[in-house]
Each structure stands twice: as C-alpha cells, then as structure tokens.
C-alpha cells in the first residue's frame, strides 16, 4: 500500500507494531495453502529459516541468517535448498508490501510465525539483519546430510556452536513437514499431525518400530505398523547414539521440556551470523500469535 511505501524512506524507524503486522501477514499466507501438501506452507518456512541459518560456521563467523545470500544463485541451487524457491516466492509477496523489512529478518520472522502459529512455542525473535550480496554466500555443505550418522550430525551442529542436547531438540522441528521425492529424494511425514508441533516426533521414535523401506530411492525407515511415517537415517541414529538417545528420551516423555529448549535453541538459530552491534533491541522480542491479538 501507499503507506507501507512510504515507510520504505530512510528514516522510517520500525517498532514491534509493524513487525507484527508482518508477522500477522505471514500467518494469512501459511494458512492460504489449500490443497499444497498437508494446507499448510507453515512447515516449508520453518525450513527456509532454518536452511537460511544453518550455514553458520563459528569458527570463521560466516554464514548464518544475517545477509539472506539464498536469493542468489549458486546457493538457491545447492541440493539442500531442492524446493525452497516455495518458500522464498511465498515471502517476496509479503516483501512487496512491506519493503522496509530486510530478507533475513522477514525469513526468520516467518520460521517464527510458523511454529507458533502451528501451536509451537513462543520464539524469542529480534530484527537487525541486512541484506548482503552473493559474495557473502557460503559453500555447498554446510546443512547437514540426512544419509549419514551421530559424527556427521555433530561436526556441522558443533561447527554452528550447538551441543548434543540442542541437536535433538532442533531435530524435533522434524515433528512437521514431510519430504518430497523431487526435492530431497526422500519420501512423506514424520508424524500423523506434520501441521501441529508436538513432541510425537520423539515418541514416535522410540515407540514404533522402524524397518528400512524397501525401495527405488535413498535409505530410509518407515513404521512397520501403517508404513505410513517415515524416519530419515539421522533421525534414527537419536535412537542408537547413547547420549542422543538419553536427551530424545527425555522430549519423548515431556513435551513441556521439549517446547522450552526447542524456543531457546530455535531463538539462537535464528540469530546465527548476526554482529551484536546489528540488534535494534537487547533483549528479543516475543510477538503475540494471532489468536492473542484478538483477546
Ligand atoms: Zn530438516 N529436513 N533436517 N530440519 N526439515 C527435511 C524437511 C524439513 C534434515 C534433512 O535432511 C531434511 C532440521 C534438521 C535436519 C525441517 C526443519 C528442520 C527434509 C525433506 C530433509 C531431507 C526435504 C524435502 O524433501 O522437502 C537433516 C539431515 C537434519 C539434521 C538434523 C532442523 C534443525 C530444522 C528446523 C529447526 C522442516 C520443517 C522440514 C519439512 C519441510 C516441508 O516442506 O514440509
């Protein structure tokens, strides 16, 4: 709109208020899915955050959320990003009308619209992210690859400065969303309910059983019982790996546990890449969810 426009000009300082009108707006369009995979782009955009912050490397202090580098090419075509343009096209609409707010924080803002208008958490969530160039882009390999085992999930969580316990609780974002064949290769949800984040992810793991799906495409299980879930091979390993196993264990018997430490370490995710000096407030904000906006 005209007004929207108008706070494009360089001193336009935006407060909460207009970040949650952002946040409200994304919300109408998770919810205009209609018959796209399970009605909802909710889970598709909690992946673009994540894949968008997931890059971080702490030691070099690259990657990360801060300059939104997947706009560009070679990193919109890296394998792990097969099907995100969804998510990226969704949130170039919202962009159009409010065109003050940076890529970073508008795809992070949207993860955080997602889980908690999805019945998640709260997610602590601040802006101060600016949009960069290509050249800020990182290379291929940094998301972690779902074939492999409990070594490889530690080297690139612990390159992003995440611990065992915070890799199985941000592993429980797998509660939503499924994968598709002609994006990773893999193949339908995790849980019977891929739009509602719950902690069934963890109790599904421990309480079907899981065989390897005889098939044409890459490793992976399914519940012997309906054969209608399924598990990637680092998913499973939660359940072999002794330290992993003991923290999903944990999430499994208490979604409470794991709503607190999915907000904290989500709430970091999201801010991996980010200079301090880039915050416009201290402390990150908890915006309302649509529904309490209307009590
Ligand atoms: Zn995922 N993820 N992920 N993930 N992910 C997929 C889908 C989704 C891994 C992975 O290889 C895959 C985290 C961690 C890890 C979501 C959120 C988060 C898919 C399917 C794969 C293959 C993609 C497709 O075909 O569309 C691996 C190996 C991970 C290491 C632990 C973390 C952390 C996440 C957020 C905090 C979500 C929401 C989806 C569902 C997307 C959708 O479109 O439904």
Known sequence: ?????????????????????????????????????????????????????????????????????????????????????????LMEKVKQEFPWISYGDLW????????????????????GRIDGFAAQATPDGRLPDATQGADHLRNIFHRMGFNDQEIVALSGAHALG???????????????????????????????????KRWDGPKQLEDKKTKSLMMLPTDYVLTQDKVFKKQAKAYAESQDLFFKDFSAVVSRLFELGVPSSQWVTPEPWVMPTVEEQKE
């Open 1 to 89: 709109s005209g007004v929207q426009a108008a706070k494009v000009s360089a001193n336009f300082v935006p407060t909460k208020e207009d970040y949650i009108k952002v946040y409200n707006r994304i919300a109408q369009v998770i919810d205009e899915a209609g018959e796209y995979d399970d009605g909802s782009y909710g889970p598709v955009l909690v992946r673009l955050a994540w894949h968008a912050s997931g890059t971080y490397d702490k030691d070099t202090k690259t990657g990360g959320s801060n300059y939104a580098t997947m706009r560009f090419e070679p990193e919109s075509q890296h394998g792990a990003n097969a099907g995100l343009n969804v998510a990226r096209d």
């Open 108 to 127: 992070t803002l949207a993860g955080v619209a997602a889980i908690q208008e999805m019945a998640g958490p709260k997610i602590p969530w601040r802006p």
């Open 178 to 212: 499924r994968c598709h064949r002609d994006r990773s290769g893999f193949e339908g949800p995790w849980t019977f309910s891929p739009t509602t984040l719950t902690n069934d992810y963890y109790k599904l793991l421990f309480d079907e059983k899981w065989v390897w």
